[in-house]
C-alpha cells in the first residue's frame, strides 16, 4: 500500500490520536476478558460462519439434556446454540457455527431451565458453566511500514517502527478496532486510509502485524471495539 498524505483537521486531533496509536491490548487465549471464564471451554475468538465447539460439565444435569446459549448484548434474552445430552459425570459438548458479530456471554443450562430465565439470575447462579467468545468479521488483510518511517499518514500520525494502528478505506480516523489472528488478538485506532489494492479491507502497521503474529497477507477477523460501560452503570 502507498501512504496517503491528505490535510490533517486539526492539530489536536493529531496529537491525541498518536497517544492512542500506541496503546494496545494484546490477550492471549483465556483471562477474564478474552475466553474461558467460568468453566466452559471454548477458543476466545472465531471469524463468522466457523464452527466453534463449546464444552464443559453440569453436574446436575448428569446423562440429562444439557442446553448451551448465549447472551443478547442488547436484549439480555438468551438464545439456544445447541443441546446435548451430558455423560453420567455432566460432561457435554455442542457445535457452533456462529451467526453473530460480537462478544458474547455464554452459559451452559439443565435444559429444563424455561428460557425466560433472567440475564441477572442466568449469570450469578452458582454451578453453571459460563464464558466468553468473541466472533469477528472476516477479513483480508495486509501490512505495511517499511520505507514509511517518519512519513505521516492520512489521519497525520507520524509511522514508526512501534506505531501501532490499521488503515481502513470508510472508518473515521480515532475509531478504534479489535485485530483477531489465531488465538491473539490487539486493540489500535484507525490512523491511516486504504488499503486500496488485494482486495483487502484492512492494513496493519508492521508493529501491529507483529503483535498478533501476521507476517503476510492474511485473513484475519475484526470488529468495532466496544465501548467500556461506564462501572457505576446499572
Known sequence: MRLRTLPIAAAILAS?????????????????AF???????????SLLGDELTISGALASSASAKVRVERRDPDTGAWTTLGRDTAGPDGAFSITWETDAIGAHQLRAVPDTTPATTTATTATTSSGLPTGLTTVFRPATA??????????KTACGIKLTR???GVAHKTLPCGTRVTVYLGGRQVDVPV???????????????QATAETIGMTQTEKVGYIRTPVA??????
Open 16 to 32: 491525541s490520536l498518536a497517544t492512542a496509536a500506541h496503546a494496545q491490548s494484546a490477550a492471549p487465549a483465556g483471562g477474564a
Open 35 to 45: 475466553g474461558d471464564t467460568g468453566g466452559l471451554t471454548v477458543e476466545p475468538g
Open 142 to 151: 495486509t501490512w505495511y511500514g517499511p520505507g514509511f518511517w517518519g512519513r
Open 229 to 234: 460501560a461506564p462501572a457505576d452503570d446499572r
Open 191 to 205: 490512523i491511516d486510509r486504504g488499503p486500496f489494492a488485494h482486495g483487502a479491507a484492512l492494513d496493519l502497521t
Open 162 to 164: 512501534t506505531t501501532l
